[in-house]
């Protein structure tokens, strides 16, 4: 089973990978075209739409991968009231994105821009994740990553014809491009999964249980999205629009390199979700072959960080210098963030996602206190001490909670 596992994971890691590429590429295209101030701005109101974003499904995808492990036939079920509570909940939150938006960007962000964004985030892009978790409950995870790249691939394309515009019109060209991106990805990724999976598209609500239990999902999917994305909502308010632009540049990296992490915990968590249901005796072996790979991507991917760090300026533009002074020190999140993501997988497929919630809601509590304390004295280095922070304490907790849920629930 690990050898089937490693394999898939390969599998999963080579669309990652390309899925790196993609988000790199837009990266560096993004702060050469629009420079750190521009760029802080932006990257707010997107790390804001991304955790945002996590709502409008109400954890709906998980339901359906619980469901569907080892049943494929409860795709179809579930997606009748997965697809339009995510149309109907996501127009709601487009508003509230707009206005939320509007007041941590100063009013340097247009209405107009932030609805194009919210549209993208809100609307298209959780359809695409849920045709990606009917993929991954048939256990076509390669697929499922590779229609998630989709939209990306899409993206980089949209950078390009928007450094031909005058230097004002820029990041209003490309966020109307990547909103036509998002559409084009969500529309392939449908076309896509159809052709593996069986969709019913006839409306039904949604049951009590249904709704309690994707509610818990869907809390434990903010509250996980905020650990990563509150640093860059918040840096604009914390330090200025052009630190918190520098800063977001090398978080993203250091995200990137942490990526294939996610290879592996995609590729395991239906197996995962099967053990638990099913109470396998090699759960233990298998949770414990999960977090030793984990841990030893971390590290690999902190050193290779503090490492690439002098090349950063020269990748991402001269006015992105201080990278290079504050890109070794992100290194040292890596193998915590590492550690933090295997832990939350595994507490899901354990069905403990309100465990997952609890210790990661810890985490933005130290990570808010921590920019509060820190960046005043410290700066942009404040955001990364806080980090920090919260990275170690989240993954000695999710790690606790794992090995106690081991012993008491996991047959040895």
Same mark, same amino acid.
């Given at each position: ?19 790196? &590429? ?39 995808? $998980? ?11 409860? #795709?179809? $079920? ?8 995510? %149309?109907?909940?996501?127009? #709601?939150?487009?508003?509230? $994105? &707009? ?8 009013? &340097? ?5 932030? *609805? ?63 909103? $036509? ?7 392939? +990724? ?54 918190? %632009?520098?800063?977001? &540049? ?44 984990? *841990? ?5 991917? %902190? #050193? ?19 990278? +290079? ?18 832990? %939350? ?68």
């Amino acid at each position: 089973m690990i050898g089937a596992l490693a394999r898939k994971s390969m599998m999963t890691s080579v669309v990652l990978a390309l899925r790196l &590429a993609t988000q790199a590429a837009t990266l560096v295209a993004l702060t050469r075209m629009l420079g750190p101030a521009d760029y802080g701005h932006f990257a707010s109101a997107a790390a804001l739409a991304v955790v945002l974003g996590t709502l409008p499904s109400l954890g709906s995808g $998980y339901v359906l991968l619980r469901r569907a492990s080892g049943r494929p036939d409860a #795709v179809a $079920y579930t997606w009748r009231y997965a697809w339009p509570l995510t %149309g109907g909940l996501g127009l #709601v939150l487009l508003l509230a $994105y &707009a206005f939320v938006g509007h007041w941590f960007a100063g009013g &340097a962000l247009g209405w107009r821009l932030l *609805l194009l964004m919210g549209i993208a985030e809100l609307l298209f892009t959780p359809f695409t994740t849920l045709a990606s978790f009917a993929l991954q409950a048939a256990e076509y995870v390669p697929l499922s990553q590779l229609v998630q790249w989709i939209p990306l691939g899409l993206r980089v394309v949209a950078v390009l014809p928007c450094f031909a515009l005058p230097q004002a019109q820029r990041l209003n060209g490309y966020v109307e491009l990547q909103l $036509y991106a998002s559409l084009a990805g969500a529309l392939l +990724a449908w076309w896509i999964a159809r052709r593996h999976v069986s969709f019913d598209w006839r409306p039904r609500l949604a049951t009590s249980e249904e709704l309690k239990d994707g509610a818990s999902y869907a809390a434990m999917l903010l509250v996980a999205a905020n650990p990563t994305e509150l640093d860059k909502i918040v840096a604009v308010r914390q330090v200025g629009a052009a630190d918190a %632009g520098v800063y977001t &540049a090398g978080a993203r990296v250091m995200g990137a390199l942490v990526m294939p992490v996610l290879a592996l915990l995609l590729t395991a968590q239906p197996q995962l979700f099967q053990h638990a249901r099913e109470g396998f005796a090699g759960t233990r072996r298998l949770v414990r072959n999960l977090f030793a790979l984990a *841990l030893g991507w971390g590290v690999g991917s %902190g #050193v290779l960080l503090a490492i690439i760090s002098p090349v950063l300026p020269w990748i991402l533009g001269h006015d992105y210098g201080r990278t +290079a002074q504050l890109v070794p020190w992100m290194a040292v999140t890596a193998p915590f963030l590492s550690l933090r993501l295997a832990a %939350g997988s595994v507490l899901i497929a354990l069905g403990h996602p309100l465990e997952r919630m609890g210790f990661e809601l810890c985490g933005i509590v130290l990570l808010a206190a921590g920019m509060i304390l820190f960046t005043p004295w410290l700066g942009v280095l404040g955001l990364v001490a806080a980090v920090i922070v919260s990275e170690v304490a989240m993954s000695l907790v999710g790690t606790m909670l794992i090995v106690r849920r081991l012993r008491r629930d996991v047959p040895a």
